[in-house]
């Protein structure tokens, strides 16, 4: 994302860049038997929500909200479902999960929530404003 002609990434662990960097730096200043990747990096986010939704096991334990994390004592909290993250994974799951399933596991049904609608206008690219959370990029289709 760039503000103000400046790039911002506010995940840069999660970066190639960073990948590559310190994968040099365990090579060269740890160990050179151990290689530092991600098995994640060659996949789309909507493979990934893919791939997951095929482990239903994980289904009413996995959180994708910082928010639950933030305090030990609120690990076994819901995700909190007004975030761009939250809408983000909902509509990735959603191609993957069956409905009922799906509000099974936020606990809501994220599309017929009224308050969510400019969320997801965001998300879509359909207002100025992009999330600066852990959401997909807006991608247009060529005309």
Do not use: W
């Not at 997951?52 to 639950?68: H, L, P, T, V, W």
């Not at 993957?96 to 017929?112: Q, R």
Request: charged letters at 25%; aromatic letters at 14%.
């Amino acid at each position: 994302m760039r503000i103000d002609n400046t790039e911002i990434n506010h995940q840069f662990s999660k970066s190639l860049e960073f990948e590559e960097d310190f994968s040099e730096y365990v090579r060269n200043y740890i160990s050179p038997s151990i290689a530092y990747f991600s098995l994640l990096r060659p996949l789309s986010e909507i493979e990934i929500a893919r791939r997951f939704a095929k482990s239903r096991e994980y289904f009413r334990i996995f959180r994708s909200c910082n928010m639950a994390f933030r305090n030990y004592r609120r690990h076994a909290q819901r995700m909190v479902l007004q975030l761009p993250e939250m809408r983000f994974v909902f509509l990735a799951l959603s191609p993957f999960i069956a409905k009922v399933e799906l509000i099974g596991i936020f606990g809501n049904n994220l599309l017929d929530d009224e308050t969510q609608r400019d969320g997801f206008a965001q998300l879509c690219g359909l207002q100025e404003y992009k999330p600066f959370e852990c959401v997909g990029e807006i991608a247009r289709a060529p005309r």
